[in-house]
């Protein structure tokens, strides 16, 4: 039996900074002036031919990017807002934890809001009444239940929310993210009460960014990219995607990022400035950062090769020239350093132009972001061309080491044989 | 048109409990509490007691008690529209986050500000008593007057709350509109002072019957017109029609602009 059934659906907003008339004083004036009703405002489409269906019993996952209209699509299912196009239907009741405070009244008390909550919620006033002890139980709040609830933390706000939303007892639960800020030993009652709730046969919708939740919980997942659906289908394999969507996007960005950085040390050449400083006898023109494939990437997984790529262009012969780079942590923590000298390089003409390239085997810092400096000096340390701090590029890995760097090892575990 | 009635009664308990809370935040804070709203419109009287009956010196007899006959009536309609200007608006949260039919918060500030205005009257019965007062048969009749009274300022309500999501500044409009009102209306003066040729103007007023006939009915133990009670009547029940159509159309787009 289908507990959701979501067809077709559109959802456009008007946008509210841009709305023609906010005030009756404009309108009015606008009308006596006999000026239409500003062109159309302006709008944006949320949602665009949303289609899907939930099983009853199944729980669905809904990712996707800020502003992907994930939200907007859970307040349609609850009811709360309308969809221009297309068709809803949910079966059953729904419970619906909508991002913070579930709806709660600041000015009210806890126990108001319960009260309020439960009968919004489909509770009768009687039925809430009898739950009421263990709602203020499960929400963990029976010292502050009768203060104003706008003096509650984020965390006891979300606990109230929750609580009222799993005793109404829905058929369908709607839940928006709410789950994020509670700590870590609610949470896992949180979870441990949506497990039962889903052994009862009952519907669940979580919107999540936390998509080691969704593949957990989620027997389906719909991923949606800029109101459309992108994928739906098993969670291993949508968020699989997803993963790859995202990563291919930053590593984009990270290009992009690249070239205007050194578009803007180009541009500003002759410029001292603290990234950068020098005699410029010798100039570093680009830096470039490589994948195996040649490609310019600014995203590596931990591991891969890198070829560092540094483009010279001398203007004045100099006696002697040493290229150096070194590798920054965020932080600013100095990672790795090394140079042409210490390392005993015979440098040849350098004529009047050309590249060096640097060769890393293995990138193996752990997840995090690094910068790169590159310096073109003489011996003795004088600076020609100094680029300090301009070029970031990020690490990823799926391990969760810490640290800095990942040493190549391996582990032996050998118990002793313990005599009988 | 039904189904806003029908969820209206379908949420009665949650009607219920916010006009409690209403009341409650009202008579619990202050020290005052209950003495207050009634010490208010016996404030009003006073004032305008002292300013028309000793300041400028107009005759007229039992004055006092006559002023107490409109104030009360319209401290409900005014402060129900000026409320209800800001239901939906201070409930914002609640109308983002959780399903429920937004017609509720309007209708909880007119019960609320009725139940007030109930808990006027027997101040009012006692002033009347005071002054001299003989009530007879015309009494029966103020349960009509209240109850179109009722329709009147309940449909208002809707419209003037469901507006206010759009159009930020009806607040504000909206109390300068109502103390103009107020001198409009004959409440500080009776309707049969006017000068023949304002009565017109008086009488496109639409709340003029209802104060009229309070006064009539209290003070004089007689009753109006068929054809004022008919007015009223049809008044009560056109305001409370446009009212549900206007919510109705805007009902949609509260949640998203709120």
Known sequence: MVAVQVDGVSKRFRRQTVQPSTTLKSAVVDFLRGRKVAETPSTFQALKEVTFAVPGGQSLGIIGRNGSGKSTLLKLLAGIYRPDHGKIVVHGKVGALLELGAGFHPEFSGRENILINGIVLGLSKREVRQQLEDIIRFAELESFIDEPVKTYSVGMYMRLGFSVAVHANPDVLLIDEVLAVGDEGFVQKCFDRLAAFRRRGKTIILVSHDLGTVSRWCDAVVWLEDGRVQEHGMPQRVIDLYRRHIADQEAEAAVGEHLRIAEEVNQAREVETSNRWGSREVEIVSVKMLHTSGQERYVYQSGEPVRIVIHYRVHRPVADTVFGIALMRGDGLWCYGTNTAVEDIALPPLGEEGTVEVLLEHLDFVAGTYYLDVAVHAMDGYPYDYHHGLYSFTVKSDLQEVGVCRIPHSWAIKPMIAVP | ?258
């Open chain 2, 1 to 258: 048109m039904r189904t806003t009635f029908q969820e209206l009664i379908r949420y009665r308990a949650l009607i219920q409990t916010l006009v409690l809370r209403d009341l409650k935040a009202r008579y619990r804070g202050s020290t005052l509490g209950l003495l207050w709203t009634l010490l208010n419109p016996l404030l009003h009287m006073g004032i305008y007691a002292l300013v028309f009956s000793v300041y400028i010196r107009i005759e007229m007899e039992q004055y006092p008690a006559f002023l107490l006959c409109g104030i009360l009536p319209w401290m409900w309609f005014s402060s129900a529209l000026f409320m209800g200007t800001t239901a939906i608006i201070e409930s914002g949260s609640l109308l983002k986050k959780v399903v429920f039919p937004p017609q509720v918060l309007p209708t909880v500030t007119v019960i609320a500000t009725f139940i007030n205005f109930l808990l006027g009257l027997p101040l009012l019965f006692g002033i009347l008593l005071l002054f001299g007062v003989t009530f007879g048969w015309a009494l029966l009749a103020l349960p009509l007057i209240i109850v179109a009274q009722f329709a009147l300022t309940f449909g208002l309500t809707l419209i003037v709350s469901a507006v206010s999501v759009r159009y930020r500044d009806v607040p504000p409009i909206l109390g300068h509109v109502l103390s103009f009102w107020f001198f409009l209306t004959p409440i500080i003066y009776p309707a049969s002072s006017v000068p023949e040729r304002f009565r017109a103007l008086l009488s496109l007023n639409p709340v003029t019957p209802f104060f009229v006939a309070y006064q009539e009915a209290l003070l004089y133990n007689r009753l109006v017109s068929w054809e004022a009670f008919g007015a009223m009547i049809c008044l009560g029940v056109v305001a409370l029609l446009v009212g549900v159509l206007v919510f109705e159309r805007l009902r949609w787009s509260l949640a998203e602009e709120v």
